[in-house]
Each structure stands twice: as C-alpha cells, then as structure tokens.
C-alpha cells in the first residue's frame, strides 16, 4: 500500500500513524467535517506536476494548456494559471470560466468538434490565441463569422492522423473512424488553397491523440508523419500543438517516466519542428493524481455470491469505472488488514453502478467507516451528475496543513432549483 501510494502521490498522501493523510490533513478529520462524498484535492501535487512537465519538456519549453475537461473546479483553475499554464477549452462554458478565473486570451485554444456559431462568436469577441479546427465546415464557419466581425481568426488545424495508441475504445481520438479532426487530404487541400480564408490565419497544426497514453513512441510517430506531410506540402506552420493525453498511474502498470516521455517527444520536435512553438494540452496528467473520492460506508452486504460493500458514492459521482471500466485503487482510512473479498458498489439503480470489484479490503468494515477511492482528479467531478436525484458532491482543497472547501455540496433543494412544476 506505502509503496503504491508513494508511485501516485509523489509521498503527498501517506499513512501517518496508521490513518491517511493527504499533505498534512487526516482524511477522517475531512469525513467528519465536510462530509462524503467529498473529492479532495493536493495543491501541492498539482504544482509539483506543472514542474515536472516543465522539466521533462525543458528543450523544447512548450505553452502548457490544461486541459480544463479534466477538472474545472475554479480553485485549481486558479492555482494552474498561476503557475503560468494556459488552456484548453471545448465550450463557451469553459470559455467563460477561464476569463472569469483570469486566464488571459493569448493563452487560450479552442477546441472541439461542434463549436455552434455563438461560441465561435465569443471566441472572437475574447480574441483567443487559437481555434483548433476540427472539419473544412467548421472553418468556412469562422471565416463567415470572422468577416461579419472584422476580425481575423487564428487557428490550427486538427488533423486525424489515424494513428492507434493503447488505451480504451471510447479515449482514442486519432483513428481515422473516430469523429475527431480532418483526415491528412482536407487538411493538405486547405493547406493549399488557404489564402481563399481571407479573415482565417493558420498558425498552427493540432493533434491529439488519445487519452491516458503510457508511451512517448506514438508521438514521436505522429510528429515523424507530421513532418513528411508538411514537408511535401512546403508548409512550416508556427505552432505544434501535439494535444494531450499523457498517462497516469492508476495501479502498478508499465508507464514511461515522464523525463524520457518529455525528451523522447522534445528531441523528435526540436529535429523536424525547431522554429515552431509547441503546444501541450495535458489534463489527466496534472490533476488526475492529485484527487480522492471520500466515500462512507452505508452497508457491509453479504449474500451467499458476493460480498458487497454499498457506499455513498456512485456512477453519478465517479463515471469512470462504469463508463471505461477503469480501475481505481480503494483503501480504508484507516490501516487495517484487508483479507476479505468485496464489490464496491453505489447505490444509483444500475448495475454498472461499481466502483470497484474484487477488492480486498478490511472484513470489518462496518457503516460508517470511510473508503478513500484513488487517483480520482481527473474526469471525476468533471464527468459527475445528478442522475437518481443525488446531488453533487462537494470538493475540497488541501494546502499544507490547511483545509478549504471549493465547491459546497449540492443540497437536495438544488436539483430542482431550474425546474417548474406545470
Ligand atoms: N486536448 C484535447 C483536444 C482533448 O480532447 C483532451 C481530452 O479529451 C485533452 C487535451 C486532455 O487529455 P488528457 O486529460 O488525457 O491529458
């Protein structure tokens, strides 16, 4: 478990005394305070993050754009543009958020295959540094509207290089059937006729290739195939933007160390790309280990097939595993031997509605005891709901050993606060 948790947190949550810690905060002490579900959050693992991608990309010294569907808590968003990222964005949602924590312009690209002409709008309104094109009628949709404003529109151009990469089914994002990007020819054809787009100005080229990606090759193929594709179109665009996506540990699985990811990537970059600017849009990477789940627990059930252990918190909380099937480590707050085999399930009407299955884990676990589900920061909050009337759960902040809440927890009146009875 030491071991485990020092390969995710970098040693900022630990057991001290045989309860969890995250920094200098007991998680229980959190339980009783602010109740569960809570997601909790490491300042300080997300700075050490930010510096590390720093370092690992130093050669090449990218914009760092998070990528703000990971996690849009306004309080992270705050400490990440103060550590000097910028960001990406999918919507006028998230571009609002982003103006209103204080993100400024020139660091803000824009992706997303479905822009509406409002966003577009706004997008010009806020002068944002990039657009990232996703399809040749996206970008006769910007020209429209750059000419109506007067303005001139920057953009990369999204191109779908058809490359695979190991991660699951739904997070990969370069093959050629998925619905991202332009395929190489559109790209090339605009390329090639792009002073037709007189209020368009293409600076860059953007890919992005997957999500959750544990090696550095597949980049290196793209930025490789990248280059004899500009190469023949005699093309040097200003900026790269080679997306995001890089891996995290979530259990004990292979995953190249971020220095040789960052250098394998910088070198590729710096041989075909040295006088262009690269973009990063890491989201997962950044925040994705610096969060809990806290979640209680409602039931010890036992029934002659299974063991299961039913908590606060569900699919509505935390999609992942129903959605991906992805694994989350689960560990008690408090140190004990875990020789029993559970389930660990919600209580949303659903049976994909698990957390996490197979799982050793104290036989003695009674309600009331506490479960901290790991690795939680990334697509956790961001992807939650309020599906079997269950209102959100609140966030928290850790900072040294202080503890702040960022998001309150929704109240029962909340979920129906937008709503009329006719
Ligand atoms: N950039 C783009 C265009 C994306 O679609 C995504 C995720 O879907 C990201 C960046 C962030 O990915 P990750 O959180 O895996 O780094």
């Known amino acids: 478990m ?21 920094e200098g905060v007991c998680a229980e002490d959190i339980c009783r305070e602010f109740g569960t579900p809570v997601y909790v959050y490491s300042s300080s693992y997300i700075k050490r993050q930010i510096e590390k991608l720093r370092s690992a990309f130093k050669t090449a010294c990218p914009l760092i754009c998070y990528s703000m569907k990971a996690n849009g808590n306004m309080s992270i ?10 960001i990406d964005i999918v919507s006028a949602g998230e571009l609002a958020k982003a103006l209103r924590v204080g993100f400024s312009a020139e660091k803000i690209v824009f992706a997303g295959v479905g822009k509406t002409k409002q966003e577009i709008v706004d997008g010009l309104t806020a002068n944002i540094f990039l657009f990232t094109v996703e399809s040749v009628e996206e970008l006769k949709t910007i020209q429209q509207i750059a000419r109506q404003l007067k303005k001139i529109a920057s953009v990369s151009l999204r191109i779908n290089l058809d490359i695979d990469v190991d991660t699951h089914h739904y997070t990969k994002t370069s093959k050629k059937e998925t619905k991202f990007g332009m395929p190489v020819e559109q790209v090339g054809s605009i390329i090639r006729s792009r002073e037709k787009f007189s209020y368009i100005d293409v600076k860059g080229i953007h890919f992005h290739l997957g999500s959750n990606i544990k090696i550095s090759g597949v980049y ?17 665009p200003s900026v790269i933007d080679i997306g995001g996506g890089f891996g995290i540990h979530y259990r004990k699985e292979h995953l190249e160390k971020i220095e040789s990811f960052g250098k394998n990537i910088c070198n590729c970059f710096l041989k075909n790309f040295s006088g262009s600017t690269m973009i990063i849009e890491p989201g997962r990477f950044i925040v994705g280990n610096s969060g809990i789940l806290l979640t209680t627990v409602i039931y010890n059930k036992r029934t002659p097939h299974r063991n299961f252990l039913i908590v606060d918190s569900g699919m509505n909380d935390l999609i992942r595993p129903a959605l991906y099937n992805s694994y989350h480590e689960i560990v008690p707050v408090k140190k004990k031997d875990c020789c029993t ?5 919600g209580p949303v009407c659903e049976t994909g509605d698990f957390l996490g299955k197979d799982r050793m884990l104290p036989a003695d676990l009674k309600p009331g005891d506490f479960l901290a589900v790991m690795s939680a920061g990334a697509y956790g909050f961001s992807m939650s709901s309020n599906y079997n009337g269950r209102p959100r759960a609140a966030e928290v902040i850790v900072s040294g050993d202080t503890v702040k809440c960022c998001r309150r927890r929704e109240t029962i009146q909340d979920l129906w606060k937008l709503e009329k009875t006719l």
């Open 77 to 86: 968003l705050n400490l990440i543009r103060k550590a000097g990222c910028g």
């Open 2 to 22: 030491e071991e485990y948790l020092e390969l995710i947190s970098d040693g900022l949550y630990k057991f001290r005394g045989g309860k969890l810690f995250i």
């Open 220 to 236: 290196v193929q793209a930025l490789e195939r990248l280059k004899d594709f500009l190469k023949e179109l005699n093309f040097m």
């Open 341 to 345: 085999v559970y389930d660990i399930v």
